[in-house]
């Protein structure tokens, strides 16, 4: 158990933290915005290939604002920044569909673009940054015994290899990724990942960049609601939020008694 201060003052205590890792502890947006322009590239190529009928200029368009691209950046709350790859072809489809195609044809294309593009080698693997100030918060925790997890979109084997390439994984005891059922933002996401930590939900804070994380985190019953911003160049609009994080370097912890 430890209190958590942000900017000096508590906010609570708490055995348990849960960490969203895009846009909260991994610096993901570069990443993003070049697996949004080679999946964009690459799904014209296919669809000069199979529907010839559809402008080049308007796909690019519409799967831009689909993803939620806006001049070179990404919109946190955008599907791109939030959802998972399963979600993201739905939508890659979904533009498809919008442009005259079937939904079996548009979604055979959309993963044929997801596919190509993984195996195209474009697309640097190496994990992300991390954001500054949060490792030294993770390894705090740690040593102080209160318990870390991460729960994110991103598969289990993109979580295990960001945190080892950031020498993370020891402080970090559960990972709720999209290989679990059911997948984040259902709330039973939070409830089954806190059980298998041994966690009350009250006793745990949740810290997301997303306001769907942050609403999950409400349902299920979590004691401390937390929105990072600092993730972005565009800030993320937080309104569930019962506390606001722009920098980790404002959050420390004391222990408690
Ligand atoms: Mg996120």
Do not use: Y
């Not at 390439?165 to 709330?187: E, F, N, Y």
């Not at 745990?204 to 160049?233: N, S």
Request: glycine share 10%.
């Amino acid at each position: 158990m430890a209190q958590l201060l942000l900017k000096g003052d508590p906010i609570g205590n708490f055995q348990g933290v849960l960490f969203d890792k895009d846009g909260t502890l991994s610096r993901s947006e570069p990443h993003l915005l070049a697996l949004a322009d080679a999946r964009i590239n690459t799904a014209i190529g296919i669809a000069q290939d199979l529907a010839p009928a559809l402008q080049s200029s308007e796909l690019s368009d519409t799967l831009r604002r689909a993803f939620g691209v806006d001049n070179g950046l990404l919109d946190p709350g955008g599907t791109l920044a939030v959802a998972s790859r399963q979600d993201n072809i739905a939508s890659t489809a979904t533009v498809f569909c919008l442009l005259g195609c079937s939904w079996p044809q548009a979604l055979t294309m959309a993963h044929t673009c997801f596919d190509a593009v993984e195996q195209s080698g474009l697309i640097d693997t190496t994990p992300s940054p991390l954001i500054h100030g949060a490792g030294p918060l993770l390894r705090d925790l740690h040593q102080q015994g209160v318990t870390a997890a991460v729960i994110s979109n991103d598969t289990r084997s993109g979580i295990e290899d960001f945190l080892a390439h950031h020498q993370l994984s020891a402080g970090v005891t559960g990972i709720w990724s999209a290989d679990d059922h059911p997948r984040k933002p259902d709330p039973q996401a939070v409830l089954e990942l806190c059980d298998r930590l041994d966690l009350p939900p009250q006793r745990c804070a949740l810290i997301g960049d997303a306001e769907t994380d942050l609403q999950m985190a409400l349902e299920a019953g979590i004691g401390g609601v937390i929105g990072f911003t600092g993730g972005w160049k565009r800030a993320p609009e937080l309104p569930s939020a019962q506390h606001l994080l722009h920098s980790w370097t404002d959050l420390a912890l004391s222990t408690a008694a």
